[in-house]
């Protein structure tokens, strides 16, 4: 195949160490992810195509945990020599890796590669540190609003309730917390760090300006977003605390049917399907000032400690998973979006879009997506970002006074781990 | 202190002791009594025997193997700790060598150090040596044991030497004298403490967590955290599954405590009070 | 000459375990105090004092040694308190007294994770036991760990619940040691009970008092578990103990040096308090003469 052609030229390009062709070889390749349930089992049927086409390269994957596990679990293994080979990368994580040479270059792997001009250009424009690729996008998605169709109705909302302001949002949580609080249901699930993310930026903000990487944590339109978003949980008591200390039963919450609105990634679209059928409406961000979704994911980077022919394997892999065919079982098992132009023309995929207007939500809101900074300081951000979050939403701390606390040590932290 | 009190109110006395005693304890053992049950059943309100967790937190989650690592790895701290600090201890207590007194006083020391400030030089240290994820990673830095050989010399400083003595004039070696001599006379001591560094080694949870990140090493601690953190429920928690997890985590303190109980009292107070 | 070398080679295994993991890390946290690492970066380069001020004018800082002295002030005399009033009641060496005190003592060598595990259920907000019975009574259910004023409360108590046995051994002993004459001449002077316990036992007890209190106030700082499976220092920050914050920056947020320097400063305050009560409190202790 010429495809396989090429790549052989371009891993001469890699340094080998005088090692036999790749298809004599053979190649166990360590990957660690962070997919599990449904998602884990498009996974495997990706994998398992993967090792049927290259009978000599094993695939070893292993479920770490979500993004945050991934990211500790690297960074504790380095000094200890037991980093995988291939790892998912959150997309705005990995430039701490990068920049501290864990993750290998794998510009002259991409520009080698004809996937690089199936690439959408907001898939390949994700996995670019400094000018250069690092990781190769493997799931891309962005943030919408998930509805409840039932509980709407049963609170008196009709089905296509506007949901395009804070205001609005506000307003229907309320009247589903008034009609149905007795019953244990709340009106919105507080919404996780993506989903703060995309709200901050649907007001016309941002945590670190993506262009300048200026920190913008304590710009007067993030505050109110800020404040906006608090206010849910401490003072209209229509978020529940509980989604505030642990993240993930704002989502379980929600998948059994006890929560009116949930935003979050359309990576949960499978999930969220199953759980509530007919009930689910999914609908995009609200556009409280612009119009804007984060791009979220991540995508597989390789670590520079492998040998060679492992990094030679592992890119091969890379570029198999996304590939149109591979993105087309993704994109139909899970939710995420395409990130190859060629996936809709595969005919799972076409089905996909064809039967569940909800996938397409996302797909639509492309137009205003916009990849996210990926600094180093990133990675300490974001796990300081919870506390930060958690002392407003539970009312403990101002919120303007605890963003400008926030604003001041990422810019410390900036100064210390950027450069 | 004896004062007259009926024999009524003798019994009421001791029933309400004991009331008050099990009241105590309610949460351990309502805790086993709810990991026979079903979920349906406890979230319903209801009863229904199961030995259904069991197997899931055995089979599903693997705690049969953590249960086998927390046996080994406690088991050999112990036996090495105990060996360790036996042998400093009969040198302290019977010797008198340059620079005794400083090591000595160097054990005693490390009492009063925190564990916390170990923690990220052992990382770094084993990590360089390759050892986290292995079960030496886990059993090096829980041997040395100073509470063990400070209160084991105190022990064996009360044995009068004229045993040692003799045994010396029939040519034995101080590792005889040791073995023959000091240890079967200690056996309580030496039973006490090493008892107590089972226990603490099978509860110890922060260097495990910080140590081990592949799971099949996970001890019974770090897995049973992990499975209550990570929610096993659907969109509540399967609360039986984890006390099943959680009542296998305690099973060799429960079965032994009413043997080694004894011990483990004069263990503690050996010492402690002055 | 075998025999001049014998002494230590008998202490050479437990020393030099302790040279490695216990000594040498001191002098490595120090060492790495004074640095900046990530895990991941080649080098270690030196900071100076960096690390010691972005700690101290850090609000995290400030907040986990508050969250812990709180949480020493409360429990440890309420331990001591506790531990004595059990101890005296149960001094009688009794069946029923044995039995009980064995009773309390089996938390203190019980998992401390599963036993935080089941107290999270315990204080649970939806299913726990307290608010089944507080629901019963027809009261609202209190948000026991989601709320920031109430988690450290539910911390003290899981603690002591667990502290108290072996607490109350040691008082046993102590009390126990107590020589009879000393009743016996308070019995002769008419003492009444709470009298002589305060005239007698509690004089006589002091020695034991003073142990529990270092060992309690030692074990307050190191309290690490408990937080760690029920709370994870939240809300909000309510129940971030010292030794909580020093896993997260150094085993979450990856600040090798930072991490370093807490652990530093913990033990720095440890060894100053140690000094303190020493001080203060070794004056007022009688002894059997």
Redesign the interface.
Known sequence: MDRKLTRVAGMGLAALLGSTSLAAAEVTVEFWHSFGGSSGDALAEIIANFEEANPGITIEAEHVGNYNDIVARLQAAIPAGRGPDAVIMEVTRYGLFADRGVLMDLTDYLEADPLKDELFDFAREVGVYEGKNYIVPFNSSTPVTYVNKNIFERAGLPENTPLTTYDEILAAAQKIQGALGDEGIYGIAAPGQFARWGLIMDNDSDLIDSVSGEVLIDAPNTVEAYEWMASLVHEHGVASADNVTDEKTGREAFFAGKVGIMLNSTGDYRQSQASLGDDLIVRPLPCNKVCAAPIGGAGIGILSTADAEVQDAAYEFISFAASAESNAIWFAGTGYMPINRNTADQPLAAETLENEPGIRVSIEQLDVARGRPRPPVVTWMRATEYDMWQAMALGQRDVEDTLADFAKRTRVEAGRVGQ | ?TRETSAHALWLI?GL??L???I??S??L??IW?SFQTSDAY?SGGIDFTLRNYDVAVGQYNFARYLLNSVIVSGIVTLLGI???T??A???A??E?RG?NL?FG??VA?L?????????????????A?M??SYAGLI??A??S?FA?FFLRQYIRGIPRALDEAAYMDGAT?LKV?WRVIVPISKPAIFSMALQLF?AE??N??WP??AI?ESDLFT??IG??RL??V?PG????D?PL??AA?TI??LP??LG??LV?RH??RG??MG??? | MLRKLTPYLFVLPLLGFMAVFTYYPILQSVNLSFREWDFMSPTKPWVGLDNYRLLLTTRDFWNSLKVTAVFALISVPLRLALALAVASFLIRETAVSRISRGAIFLPAVTSTVSIAVVFSWVFSTDYGAINGFIALLGFDKVPWMQDPQLALYVIIFVNTWKQLGYDVIIYTAGLQAISMEYYDAAAVDGGRRFHVFRRVTFPLVMPTTYFLLVISVIDAFQVFTIVDVMTRGGPAGATDMIVNMLYRVGFTLFDIGTGSALAVLLFILLIALALVKARVIGRRVHYDS
């Open positions: 202190m001791n002791t004991l008050a005693a099990v105590f304890l949460p351990v309502y805790s709810m979230y060996s360790f600090a042998m400093a009969f040198a302290f019977r010797f060598f005794g090591m160097a054990v490390t009063m150090i925190p564990s916390h400030i170990t923690l990220i030089p052992n990382y770094l240290t084993l990590a360089r390759g986290l994820d090096l830095p041997i040395s100073g050989a101080p040791l226990i099978w509860n949870y922060i967590l910080v990140s019974l601690q049973l955290a209550y953190r929610n659907e969109d509540v928690i609360w984890v006390m959680s985590t305690i303190v429960l405590f009413v109980e483990l009292v503690i107070t402690a009070v002055k």
